[in-house]
């Protein structure tokens, strides 16, 4: 190869490898409860095929919304056992199948966080099988003493990597729920809350197309969007409901105490020694 020749290859390598790297990839977590026609328990069982359809509607909207936007996308299968999607009809994003540890993969350098069919968090009113990490399992969930659940929870597992959460979309109190601590996410409210089992949703169609349009204007957002960041130690307090009440011959994790025959808390100099408490508890 000529030295000249030989020199604008490498140019263009360079250039290609420089483009590649800017592209911002956005780590997408999701779930079921806040799918748009979801609103019945049956309907959040992962082999569901309702809730396979719906879903995987709404999670290729959203991939391709963020594309559309400018980003690449990794999808996570975070419902239950992370057995809802499929590779088979997931399009445009690579899958992440199976349970995570405490750093759910942000260690990797994503550019943004994203919820797609999330709820909110234990004991809100007016919003669909709201609960937080656990219907059955836990009552209620506190960080710094202000109840919390997986919004609260993941945006700043995200922060602590200086990782900003970009987009959310599910019913209006999950959205109200981001916004209370991210005011500039993209929402996309795709029904209303009436009760515990009760909604008004919209079309999966209509749903899918929102869904689309909010996604791809996040991606403009991830450079002005601040991470949620929790300065500090961190307390997290864990009541359990009564079926799942921890035993007291338990042995007790580093930085855990008792407090109540039902509450565990569990106490970090700070969110990732907490969080990584509370994970393996
Ligand atoms: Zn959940």
């Known amino acids: 190869m000529r030295p000249i020749f030989a020199s604008i290859v490498l140019l263009a390598a360079t250039l290609a490898s420089l483009t590649a790297q800017k592209r911002p990839v956005v780590f997408l977590i999701t779930d079921a409860e806040g799918v748009a026609g979801v609103c019945r328990q049956d309907q959040t069982e992962t082999k569901n095929p309702e809730l396979q359809r719906l879903l995987t509607g709404e999670v290729n909207a ?8 400018g980003a690449d996308v990794v999808v996570w299968d975070g419902h239950s056992n992370s057995s ?63 109840e919390v659940g997986e919004i609260e929870t993941r945006s700043a597992l995200a922060g602590a990597f200086n990782i ?39 079309p999966a169609a209509g749903a899918q197309a929102l869904i689309e349009q909010k996604a791809a204007a996040a991606v403009k957002k991830i450079a002005s969007i601040r991470p ?38 569990i106490r970090g ?13």
């Open 164 to 202: 900003p959460v970009i987009f959310l979309s599910g019913d209006q109190a999950a959205a109200d729920d981001l916004l209370a601590i991210v005011k500039d996410a993209e929402v996309a409210v795709v029904k209303e809350g009436i009760g515990y089992y009760a909604c008004i949703s919209m």
């Open 269 to 281: 100099a700070n969110f990732m020694e907490a969080w990584t408490r509370w994970s393996s508890r």
């Open 62 to 69: 959203a991939v391709r919304g963020f594309k559309l936007g």
């Open 84 to 146: 809802t999607l499929s590779t088979t009809t997931v399009e445009g994003a690579p899958l992440v199948m199976g349970g995570l540890g405490p750093k759910m993969l942000l260690d990797r350098g994503y550019s943004a966080v994203a919820f797609l069919g999330q709820h909110a968090r234990a004991g809100r009113e007016r919003a669909v099988m709201a609960h937080s990490y656990s219907s059955l399992g836990i009552q209620r969930l506190t960080m710094n003493g202000k």
């Open 228 to 265: 949620y960041r929790i300065e500090g130690p961190v307390e997290i307090t864990t009541e359990y409901s009564t079926r799942s009440t921890p035993s007291p011959e338990n042995a007790l994790p580093e930085g855990t105490d008792r407090t109540g025959p039902r509450t565990l808390r």
